[in-house]
T-cell receptor, first 109, second 114 residues
Framework: GEDVEQSLFLSVREGDSSVINCTYT??????LYWYKQEPGAGLQLLTY?????DMKQDQRLTVLLNKKDKHLSLRIADTQTGDSAIYFC?????????FGDGTTLTVKP | GAVVSQHPSRVICKSGTSVKIECRSL??????MFWYRQFPKKSLMLMAT?????????EQGVEKDKFLINHASLTLSTLTVTSAHPEDSSFYIC??????????FGEGSRLTVL
């Protein structure tokens, strides 16, 4: 079945770059998403990429997609303490979305 | 980006009562909305896909009679937790598809059943 996997934790120092990785299994995915969730809050759409693209950049965020390996990554440049949150990778395929378990990003001053 | 609003954001109810949660797309029409459940420190579990004007499609293991979903218009879907029990306590989140590839989420509704 469909499965999305992410590493659970990432810790970086303020000002460094963060790279959060995700793998998925459904080759029919049309869109792949990155969401941010802060404690007690809903999900905030950070960015998404269409499956026929291999890169998308939006200010400090860079998404890389390797469709052959079914690997997606989110790079946050100049990470700030306000970026500390849980980041979810998700795929949209066959009319529904599947989420990874989330990566908790901790940014140390 | 597009806005999806959920109401109420928090609700506490007694065991055996029913609770309705609303999900509205405020600035776009959503033919499809999704309902998720999130357990503490866990990912989102898709409960059902709600299509305007037709019956919802439930994921395996989700009780249709327990979680009633109605998608009455292109901007509103409701989830009713019927005869709620403490094990139904959770964070319920909806999302709406803009049709252009974007999937926006509501802020979530925290249900506590006493």
């Amino acid at each position: 079945g469909e499965d999305v996997e992410q590493s659970l934790f990432l810790s970086v120092r303020e000002g460094d770059s963060s790279v959060i990785n995700c793998t998925y299994t459904d080759s029919s995915s049309t869109y792949l998403y990155w969401y941010k969730q802060e404690p007690g809050a809903g999900l905030q759409l950070l960015t998404y990429i269409f499956s026929n693209m291999d890169m998308k950049q939006d200010q400090r965020l860079t998404v890389l997609l390797n469709k052959k390996d079914k690997h997606l990554s989110l790079r946050i440049a100049d990470t700030q303490t306000g970026d500390s949150a849980i980041y979810f990778c998700a795929e949209f395929a066959k009319g529904k979305s599947t989420f990874g378990d989330g990566t908790t990003l901790t940014v140390k001053p | 980006g597009a806005v999806v609003s959920q109401h109420p954001s928090r609700v506490i109810c007694k065991s055996g009562t029913s609770v309705k949660i609303e999900c509205r797309s405020l600035d776009f029409q959503a033919t499809t909305m999704f309902w998720y459940r999130q357990f503490p420190k866990k990912s989102l579990m898709l409960m059902a896909t709600s299509n305007e004007g037709s019956k919802a499609t439930y994921e395996q293991g989700v009780e249709k009679d327990k979680f009633l979903i109605n998608h009455a218009s292109l901007t509103l879907s409701t989830l009713t937790v019927t005869s709620a029990h403490p094990e139904d306590s959770s964070f319920y989140i909806c999302s709406a598809n803009t049709g252009a590839g974007e999937l926006f989420f509501g802020e979530g509704s925290r249900l506590t059943v006493l």
